[in-house]
């Protein structure tokens, strides 16, 4: 189990919102924290505590009047540290160089793959074909619907009829080199993690260990919800040690109250 820091940028700003309140329309989020600082600073911050594998997110639709201010903070933050973060939010074949260019590590992607409800097979082996399964992470963030966890696409604001088992897990690690996976329902809310779906995730980590060739290391991330150490401990329990963690809105640096370096120890 590891952290895996984060940089979310919206509207031209590292910031920490609700995930269930973004909306294109507007462009508006609940905020819970708006930093004075930008991207690259993050990025350096991680790169000084050696912390690879984090990601930064573009919150904006692409062709809104943020989108190129948010997009140039992501690039700042790839350059500052390059080979040190992943880079997604409106990730296509098309633009994915962009970002593997300024640094990024892996290209991360949701509503390119999956649209109209399903994955679409077609989409996802041109994304394949364009930047190698190597370098590709699938976002497989969900929201609960009917006491089940569906994917959602679209900043969170669409569902998909895909849901999020251990089979499907195990499907789609043979395409792709990890996940990351916020649950969107508690995204920036501190009011816990959602344990149904974390073990959802562990018994898709142990189907993944008999057919995949990375066994029971197979990189995925879990966000949302955290707010304390007995949350992490929880994780780590329930996860046997294999599912990293993000911890975004509690966050001292984020004007939470879990002090970064403590969280950086407890996780060695």
């Avoid at 940089?7 to 910031?15: E, L, Q, S």
């Avoid at 911050?45 to 997009?71: C, D």
């Amino acid at each position: 189990m590891e952290f895996r820091p984060c940089i979310d940028i919206h509207n031209g700003k590292v910031k920490q919102i609700v995930g269930g309140t973004l909306r294109d329309e507007g462009s508006r989020a609940a905020e819970n924290f708006v930093s004075e600082m930008d991207a690259a600073y993050y990025a350096d911050l991680y790169r000084k505590y050696q912390l690879p594998g984090g990601h930064v997110i573009l919150l904006n639709k692409e062709g809104s009047e943020y989108y190129e201010a948010t997009k140039q903070q992501a690039l700042s933050a790839l350059r500052e540290w390059p080979g040190g973060l992943e880079a997604g939010g409106g990730i296509t074949p098309e633009n994915a160089s962009d970002f593997l260019d300024a640094g990024a590590s892996h290209v991360i992607v949701t509503s390119y793959v999956f649209r109209d409800g399903r994955a679409d097979r077609e989409r996802l082996d041109r994304l394949v074909s364009a930047v190698g399964k190597d370098r590709l992470v699938l976002d497989l963030s969900c929201r609960r619907k009917n006491d089940r966890y569906y994917i959602v696409t679209d900043r969170w604001q669409k569902f998909t009829d895909v849901e999020v088992t251990e089979e499907t897990l195990a499907e789609f690690a043979s395409c792709c080199a990890g996940f990351l996976i916020h649950a969107a329902d508690v995204e920036g809310q501190q009011h816990g993690v959602e344990r149904p779906l974390i073990r959802i995730l562990a018994a898709g980590l142990d189907r993944i260990a008999g057919q995949h060739p990375a066994g029971g290391d197979f990189p995925m991330t879990y966000a949302g919800g955290i707010r304390n150490f007995e949350d992490l401990d929880w994780i780590r329990e329930a996860g046997n040690g294999r599912i990293n963690v993000t911890i975004g809105s509690a966050l001292d640096i984020f004007g939470g109250p879990m002090k970064f370096e403590e969280v950086l120890r407890r996780m060695k």
